[in-house]
């Protein structure tokens, strides 16, 4: 019997979900912090600011938010190639992904250079139709123009991808452009990301390869 599949392509989040690049992050915007005079954050509070998007730097520098993002970019870009980590069962998600023909993309806020380097690092690029990353005049999520812009690229409709990602930023994206929204309970809770628009929650990409092994039938 000829297997059907119950969705066409996957988006993924980058930072959280396939990768834990955060230690140039939490260095950066701890330095970002003390140079604009603003408390200190956790770590796990800094993995928290990340996943909610680019308006969170908003909440944090208000008008000097333009001043932190440049400051920040400065300090990330001396060592943001220097510790990549694969996320649990990311190779694995994606290595299915290629074997059933299902195309993938990856739809992040960080910067797109930033992005296809890490990537590139890996050995990763050849998973992806195309990497939707931060460029000047793009919105960010919790905006959904870069999934559409990756569904557009991947010649895909919305409503036939999945969006898999860690922050309540990728949960809105998905929710207000219109495709399942799959969220990782790393760094918010399941009743967190449900309420950003999550359509099913696990704990690891593990998890989300056993769901979408049983999307096919």
């Avoid at 299915?96 to 890996?122: C, F, H």
């Avoid at 809770?189 to 704990?203: I, K, Y």
């Amino acid at each position: 019997m000829m297997e059907k599949l119950m969705f066409k392509g996957v988006l993924l989040d980058l930072d959280g979900t396939l990768i834990d690049a955060f230690t140039p992050i939490i260095r950066a915007m701890r330095e970002t912090l003390q140079h604009f005079s603003l408390p200190a954050m956790s770590d796990a509070a800094i993995r928290r600011h990340t996943g909610r998007g680019d308006c969170s730097m908003t909440a944090l520098f208000g008008d000097k938010k333009e001043q932190a993002a440049q400051h920040f970019i400065q300090v990330h870009d001396q060592t943001y190639l220097n510790d990549i980590q694969m996320m649990q069962g990311a190779e694995v998600l994606m290595q299915w992904l290629q074997d059933k023909n299902i195309p993938m993309a990856v739809v992040t806020s960080k910067g797109q250079y930033r992005a296809e380097a890490q990537l590139e690092k890996l050995g990763w690029l050849s998973y992806f139709s195309c990497i939707i990353g931060k460029l000047e005049g793009r919105a960010s999520k919790p905006d959904p123009e870069p999934l559409l812009l990756a569904c557009e690229q991947m010649s895909l409709d919305i409503q036939d991808i999945i969006m898999v990602g860690d922050g309540e930023a990728d949960m809105k994206a998905a929710c207000r452009a219109g495709c399942l929204a799959i969220g990782l309970t790393h760094s918010f809770s399941e009743d967190e990301l449900v309420q950003a628009g999550a359509n099913h929650c696990f704990a690891s990409l593990d998890d989300v390869l056993r769901w979408m092994k049983g999307e096919v039938t």
